[in-house]
């Protein structure tokens, strides 16, 4: 099982999913998720995952993933042995990027630190 996002209804394997979805979409254009996030979470953009994440599920719809009714789950591409080869990934990933784009990635970097930074405030005071 996992969530439908309340906006455009695109399946997430759980709540931490449900809430990069929603806020990266948002972030990235999505103008639709943003005015969701603003009308049902108007502190989304000081939360982390984990905070956004108990938010957005108590607004979400579980659902049943479509290969979940075949008996299959998301991780059964890496049981059959397949697997991301970095150097093509690589190769896919040259160009450049406009403003736009530049700043769209420094903001994801920036909250993708911030959230390894409460992680690790989290984990020193767990084993204090």
Do not use: K
Not at 60 to 67: K, L, R, V
Not at 70 to 98: F, I, K, Y
Not at 120 to 127: G, L, M, P, Q
């Amino acid at each position: 099982m996992g969530y439908a996002c309340p906006v455009c209804e695109e399946p997430q394997a759980d709540a931490g999913h449900l809430a990069n979805h929603l806020a990266f979409t948002a972030l990235t254009g999505g103008d639709d998720h943003e005015d969701w996030l603003d009308e049902h979470v108007p502190e989304w953009g000081e939360f982390g995952e984990d905070e956004l994440a108990a938010e957005v599920i108590e607004l979400a719809d579980e659902t049943e993933f479509p290969f979940e009714a075949d008996g299959h789950d998301h991780q059964h591409e890496h049981d059959h042995g397949h697997e991301v080869d970095p150097q093509q990934a690589r190769q896919r990933a040259t160009g450049e990027l406009d403003d736009e784009a530049e700043s769209i990635l420094r903001e994801a970097r920036e909250m993708t630190e911030s959230m390894h930074d409460e992680d690790d405030t989290s984990d020193a005071d767990e084993t204090e």
